[in-house]
């Protein structure tokens, strides 16, 4: 039981580290091909998910990591916020094709 739970957790730390690793390296390639002006951008802060150069009407779904959905929001500007009210957790953001893994903390 001890070591299916290290094993678990090491996994978890393990995608954590590989995509900020992942995410840094795909900002660097933005910035050096000129990119950054049309992609998709979702980080999050605290409880918040903060767009940039999201479509309008387009929404924004949160999903557990195991797979239930547990928000939505609907995309009401290009650059906005929104306000996340689930548990500390690992959780995916999806909208259209861009994905991102985050942890609300």
């Keep these: 039981m001890k070591k299916n739970l290290f094993s678990l957790l090491f996994l978890l730390a393990y995608m954590c580290f590989q995509t900020s690793v992942l995410a840094q390296q795909d900002l660097k390639?933005?910035?050096v091909n000129g990119?950054?002006?049309h992609a998709i951008e979702m980080y999050v802060v605290g409880n918040?998910?903060?767009t940039e150069n999201?479509?309008?009407g387009k929404k924004i779904e949160v999903?557990?990591?195991?797979?239930?959905?547990?928000?939505?929001f609907?995309?009401?500007?290009?650059?906005g916020e929104?306000?996340?009210?689930?548990?500390k957790g690992f959780y995916i953001l999806r909208l259209n094709d861009?994905?991102?893994?985050?942890a609300i903390r």
Excluded: C, H, M
């Excluded at 990591?65 to 939505?72: D, M, N, Q, R, S």
């Excluded at 609907?74 to 650059?79: A, H, L, R, T």
């Design 29 to 31: 390639q933005k910035a």
């Design 35 to 37: 990119d950054t002006d």
């Design 48 to 50: 918040k998910i903060y």
């Design 54 to 56: 999201a479509p309008i």
């Design 63 to 72: 999903l557990s990591i195991v797979g239930p959905k547990v928000a939505e």
């Design 74 to 79: 609907e995309i009401k500007s290009p650059n």
């Design 82 to 87: 929104y306000f996340l009210t689930v548990p």
């Design 98 to 102: 861009t994905v991102r893994k985050v």
